[in-house]
């Protein structure tokens, strides 16, 4: 549809020109295109331009209601306006229209319903969450970043931190209801797999020296630290992820809790939202044969890890008896080994790595050469007395594996202990009683518990989650909970990017709003949308932002 100008000839000969609204239809029979004149606005010598310019503005107010807006309110005259502020638009914006995706924001409201809140707790738990994703900092500090830093939509420029903490007790008085529904939400929405769930620990250590901890503190406690900080008290945090490496569930246990201990609390957690045929995926730190039974109630099953080098006699008969691999990958092979009959029948895949193979023995031989390296320089002499040197070394985490000590004090290289770890060498045994669960998938399956590794290492690199400084044992459980949710966020849109959330973080970023304040009101704008940011958003299915977010006339 255009506007055209045509000439015609009046009685006197003369030539006059006609303004005409035109639109051009495809004519089957003609073969061609033809144009069609909708409506004629006369001569162009005695036009009424402002016929034209109401068209016009109807027009822009259906498609662009903002900036209808904007001129209604008479607040786009620029000799009078102040440039009061920018603020990041990107990384908020995007992580609402995957909350709101994700039906997050009905979620929460319904669950609000019953409880009368004079604040909007729906959105002080998404800033929360999205402070997580982009700049994590404490509660106290979220009152300057949504003031300073970030723009978030729908909510006021101010918020206050006990209604931060109001927010938190009421996401952990709703988090059954809530971790259920948005189970239900995400997997119908994202149409995950549910039929193998990956489960494993970690631990987040508190500030806090264990001499001022109170009588009576349930949480915060000294046990196994996988932060490698075992002078400090601890929380232990439990992962469940799908196979596309979607967090569904988090949970927190006392610091002092131990890996074979969870495994029920885990299974009845999950066996309620009846997800029908699982398969729990674990490590081999829940390996217990009360786990194993427990896991295989109610028609449940599972893949687990052991140790290659157990003491137990079915896992030495195991990684002992031969037998031919069956490749299933390029660098993946496996084979089934079947231990026992009857009640002591135990079904066994052991899995061989042929990359990972490569990679242990060129460390395990650059060990050597450095140990060799370092025994040459003792010049150690039969006899004499060990040297703090010598006692080092054959202390040393690393190099103290393959030393052996002889009679006469001297140390050399452990040969024995080198051809024993040749053997294991990128291979890892897996355990299944079902055998429905083919080997190849058992190992593939396995092997997705690097999912969770990944999810542990997003919260403690990238939502600096640890230390955490909180006292109360609620408190505690409710940062955990909106850590969660930021990981669900990030981790739908990295699948459905192949981005890192870094790489994702960093370019929203640039997306930002201005705040220009007028005689008659004010607005905020939106910067220009970089070809980077627009691809992320095309890729994720998000429209680009408005280019005026909020427009505001002073009453």
Same mark, same amino acid.
């Given at each position: 549809?255009?506007?055209?100008e045509?000439?015609?000839t009046?009685?006197?000969?003369?030539? &006059?020109?006609?303004?005409?609204?035109?639109?051009?239809c495809?004519?089957?029979?003609?073969?061609?295109s033809?144009?069609? &004149?909708i409506?004629?606005?006369g001569?162009?010598?005695k036009?009424?331009?402002?016929?034209?310019?109401?068209?016009? %503005?109807?027009?822009?107010?259906?498609?662009?209601?903002?900036?209808?807006k904007?001129?209604?309110?008479?607040?786009?005259?620029?000799?009078?306006?102040v440039?009061?502020?920018?603020?990041?638009?990107?990384?908020?914006?995007?992580?609402?229209k995957?909350?709101?995706?994700?039906?997050?924001?009905?979620?929460?409201?319904?669950?609000?319903?019953?409880r009368?809140f004079?604040?909007d707790?729906?959105?002080?738990?998404?800033?929360m969450?999205? %402070?997580?994703?982009?700049?994590?900092?404490?509660?106290?500090?979220?009152e300057?970043? @949504?003031?300073?830093?970030?723009?978030?939509?729908?909510?006021?420029?101010?918020?206050?931190?006990? %209604?931060?903490?109001?927010?938190? +007790?009421? $996401?952990?008085?709703?988090?059954?209801?809530? !971790?259920?529904?948005?189970?239900?939400?995400?997997?119908?929405?994202?149409?995950?797999?549910?039929?193998?769930i990956?489960?494993?620990t970690?631990?987040?250590?508190?500030?806090?020296?264990?001499?001022?901890l109170?009588d009576?503190d !349930?949480?915060?406690?000294?046990?196994?630290s996988?932060?490698?900080?075992?002078?400090?008290?601890?929380?232990?945090i439990?992962?469940?992820?799908?196979?596309?490496?979607?967090? =569904?569930?988090a949970?927190?246990w006392?610091?002092n809790?131990?890996?074979?201990?969870?495994?029920?609390e885990?299974? +009845? +957690? *999950?066996?309620?939202?009846?997800?029908?045929r @699982?398969?729990?995926?674990?490590d081999?730190?829940?390996s217990?044969g009360?786990?194993?039974?427990? $896991?295989?109630?109610?028609?449940?099953h599972y893949?687990?890890?052991?140790?290659?080098?157990?003491?137990?006699?079915e896992?030495?008969?195991?990684?002992?008896?031969?037998?031919?691999?069956?490749?299933?990958?390029?660098?993946l092979?496996?084979?089934?080994? &079947?231990?026992?009959?009857?009640?002591?029948?135990n079904?066994?895949?052991l899995?061989?790595?042929?990359?990972?193979a490569?990679?242990?023995?060129?460390?395990?031989?650059?060990?050597?050469?450095e140990?060799?390296?370092?025994?040459?320089?003792?010049?150690?002499?039969e006899?004499?007395?060990?040297?703090?040197?010598?006692?080092?070394?054959?202390?040393?985490?690393?190099?103290g594996?393959?030393?052996?000590?002889?009679?006469?004090?001297? $140390?050399?290289?452990?040969?024995?202990?080198?051809?024993?770890?040749?053997?294991?060498?990128?291979k890892?045994?897996?355990?299944?009683?079902?055998?429905?669960?083919?080997?190849?998938?058992?190992a593939?399956?396995?092997?997705?518990l690097?999912?969770?590794?990944?999810?542990?290492?997003?919260?403690k690199?990238?939502?600096?989650?640890?230390? &955490?400084?909180?006292? *109360?044992?609620?408190r505690?459980?409710?940062?955990?909970?909106?850590?969660?949710?930021?990981?669900?966020?990030?981790?739908?849109?990295?699948?459905?990017?192949?981005?890192?959330?870094r790489k994702?973080?960093h370019? *929203?970023?640039?997306?930002?709003?201005?705040?220009?304040?007028?005689?008659?009101?004010?607005?905020y704008?939106?910067? +220009?949308?970089?070809?980077?940011?627009?691809? =992320?958003?095309d890729?994720?299915?998000?429209?680009?932002?408005?280019?005026?977010?909020?427009?505001?006339?002073?009453?």
């Amino acid at each position: 549809m255009y506007i055209r100008e045509t000439t015609g000839t009046l009685a006197d000969g003369s030539k &006059v020109k006609y303004v005409q609204l035109c639109h051009n239809c495809w004519d089957s029979e003609a073969g061609y295109s033809k144009t069609r &004149v909708i409506y004629s606005f006369g001569r162009k010598d005695k036009l009424d331009r402002e016929v034209l310019e109401r068209l016009v %503005n109807s027009i822009q107010k259906y498609l662009y209601p903002e900036k209808a807006k904007l001129k209604k309110a008479d607040i786009g005259n620029t000799a009078e306006f102040v440039f009061q502020l920018a603020k990041r638009y990107g990384g908020t914006y995007t992580l609402d229209k995957l909350w709101k995706m994700l039906n997050l924001d009905s979620i929460i409201g319904k669950l609000l319903k019953e409880r009368d809140f004079e604040v909007d707790v729906e959105r002080l738990l998404f800033t929360m969450v999205a %402070n997580r994703a982009l700049d994590p900092a404490s509660k106290l500090a979220v009152e300057d970043w @949504v003031k300073d830093n970030v723009y978030i939509p729908g909510l006021d420029s101010e918020v206050k931190v006990h %209604n931060l903490y109001r927010a938190m +007790d009421f $996401l952990l008085e709703a988090r059954e209801e809530l !971790e259920e529904e948005i189970f239900h939400s995400v997997s119908h929405l994202l149409n995950l797999e549910v039929d193998l769930i990956y489960f494993d620990t970690t631990s987040t250590y508190f500030e806090v020296d264990p001499s001022d901890l109170q009588d009576g503190d !349930e949480f915060r406690k000294l046990g196994y630290s996988k932060d490698k900080r075992p002078d400090l008290v601890q929380a232990v945090i439990g992962l469940a992820v799908t196979k596309e490496g979607i967090p =569904i569930k988090a949970w927190v246990w006392p610091g002092n809790t131990s890996d074979m201990n969870v495994v029920q609390e885990v299974k +009845d +957690d *999950l066996v309620g939202w009846k997800l029908g045929r @699982v398969i729990s995926v674990m490590d081999r730190g829940f390996s217990s044969g009360e786990n194993k039974k427990y $896991l295989q109630r109610a028609g449940g099953h599972y893949i687990m890890g052991e140790k290659l080098r157990s003491s137990k006699p079915e896992v030495k008969e195991a990684t002992s008896r031969p037998g031919r691999y069956k490749k299933i990958k390029d660098n993946l092979r496996v084979k089934e080994v &079947v231990v026992g009959d009857g009640p002591a029948r135990n079904r066994y895949i052991l899995a061989h790595n042929t990359k990972e193979a490569k990679r242990e023995k060129e460390k395990r031989e650059q060990i050597i050469s450095e140990l060799k390296e370092r025994l040459d320089s003792l010049r150690q002499l039969e006899g004499e007395a060990h040297s703090k040197e010598m006692c080092k070394l054959r202390s040393h985490k690393v190099y103290g594996r393959y030393l052996r000590q002889l009679k006469d004090g001297r $140390l050399k290289i452990h040969k024995m202990k080198i051809r024993e770890d040749k053997k294991y060498d990128g291979k890892y045994l897996i355990q299944t009683p079902d055998d429905m669960i083919k080997p190849a998938d058992a190992a593939l399956g396995y092997k997705q518990l690097v999912d969770i590794e990944d999810a542990f290492r997003t919260l403690k690199q990238d939502f600096s989650i640890r230390p &955490v400084y909180y006292r *109360l044992k609620k408190r505690i459980k409710s940062h955990i909970l909106l850590n969660w949710l930021a990981l669900l966020l990030i981790r739908i849109a990295e699948n459905e990017t192949d981005m890192t959330w870094r790489k994702m973080r960093h370019e *929203l970023n640039q997306i930002q709003v201005g705040k220009f304040i007028f005689n008659s009101g004010q607005v905020y704008q939106t910067t +220009d949308i970089s070809n980077e940011c627009s691809d =992320i958003l095309d890729m994720l299915g998000i429209e680009k932002p408005p280019q005026f977010p909020e427009i505001n006339e002073n009453s």
